[in-house]
């Protein structure tokens, strides 16, 4: 059972209650992410992240932080991404009021020591550094710097090392005091608790802070110049391609037809990708698809590891797929085996009590309000052949496509040619 309490500073308190479960899950959402930020703070919100664990007025070090979590068989841990910072915590059912604690603790009491600050600037350049020598990660970086150019959702999350360094503690500070605060947070919590055990110790934690407007970010465009293609030439013994299209906002009435193509298409080894460049063709070892949304923007993409000199080959054959989706309706039994696919996928995360929070507060943080499991499973079944024809027709166009490729290509324009040759 799904309960929401609002506090009066504006912090929103989530609590599924599994009482049949021997955990409890934590987790603090943010409205930040790299979307919030501009040229001169890219990457501070997922500094700020970092900086959390570092120490606060009750736990002077990260040791102190991890230990008292670790010490009871729990795990906690933090990401960040385009719209959003998650903290989190797993614990045993009756050790939930300390993993709150912690929790509430890094967010409302974290020192920033100067020292500690330096040294985690290091580690976050480190971080970028690894994403940069990777191509199979760098190359998304790249996709989406070439969906929002000169915009926040093309950044990368990490920022760029010039960015990390110039940061002082002044302008971290300012910019963990605009977004940390109640009305831009949800706490939500699953397991073997009460909603009336969340509340008390939420409110305990959080309704003496002072609550704030929430901050706006700046709407995403995306401009129908393609097709383009950018190709960053190394010295690897792979190439690692991905090929973007814009796809559906989080609330858009095609979302889940989306999400069934997507399931077709490229998610997992039945899909139509999986077997005609993996198992029947050989191209690639890593191949499938990906569908992201966000508040005002989606995006879909393709991904491959590839010999390069078949490259362009491997992307023929990829296009081919999406114009099948487009021109020829799909049979009622691949249908039914990707709702199928999807609806059991979705119900596995679900009976873990961390996927739960997590699904729960970022739904709330994000939009207000938490869409029922039901009414996902219900608009995917509702799904019809037409729908997944008509939304690849809406999105598959040569003007919508743009592809990212790392790799020691012999021709730069070569994946440029393979786009233009395309039937979309």
Known sequence: ????????????????????????????????????????????SHFIEHMLFKGTQKRDSNLKISEGIEGVGGMINGFTNKETTCFLVKVPSERFGLGLDVLADMVLHSLFDPAALEMERGVVIEEIRMVRDRPDTWVHVLLEEMMWPDQP????????????????????????????????????????????????????????????????????????????????????????????????????????????????????????????????????????SQYSAHLDAGILRVYAGVD????????????????????????????????????????LRLEDTLNLALRNGEHMVLTGKIVPVEEVLAKVEAVTPDDIAEVASDLFKKENMRLAAVGPFEKEDEMAAALDASML
């Open 153 to 288: 959702l093309g950044r990368s999350v990490a920022g760029t090392e010039e960015v990390i360094r110039s940061l002082s503690r002044e302008k971290v500070l300012d910019y963990f005091q605009s977004l940390y605060q109640p009305a831009n947070m949800v706490m939500s919590v699953a397991g073997k608790v009460t909603a009336r055990e969340v509340g008390d110790a939420a409110a305990g934690h959080f309704a003496a802070q002072s609550g704030k407007k929430r901050r706006d970010f700046a709407p995403a465009r995306f401009t129908t110049k393609g097709p383009l293609a950018k190709v960053e030439k190394r010295d690897t013994k792979q190439a690692n391609l991905v090929l973007g299209f814009p796809g559906y906002e989080r609330l858009h009435p095609r979302r889940y037809a989306l999400e069934i193509l997507n399931a077709v298409l490229g998610w997992g080894m039945s899909s139509r990708l999986f077997q005609e460049i993996r198992v029947k063709r050989s191209l690639a070892y890593s191949v499938g």
């Open 308 to 347: 390069p000199a078949r490259g362009s080959d491997t992307v023929a054959v990829i296009l081919q797929q999406l114009v099948r989706l487009r021109d020829e309706r799909i049979g009622d039994d691949e249908l039914r085996k990707a709702k199928d696919f999807y609806k059991g996928s979705l119900a």
């Open 1 to 44: 059972m799904v309960s929401v309490e609002t506090l009066d500073n504006g912090l929103r308190v989530v609590t599924d209650e599994m009482p049949h479960m021997r955990s409890g899950s934590v987790t603090v959402w943010i409205g930040a992410g790299a979307r919030y930020e501009d040229p001169e703070t890219n990457g501070i």
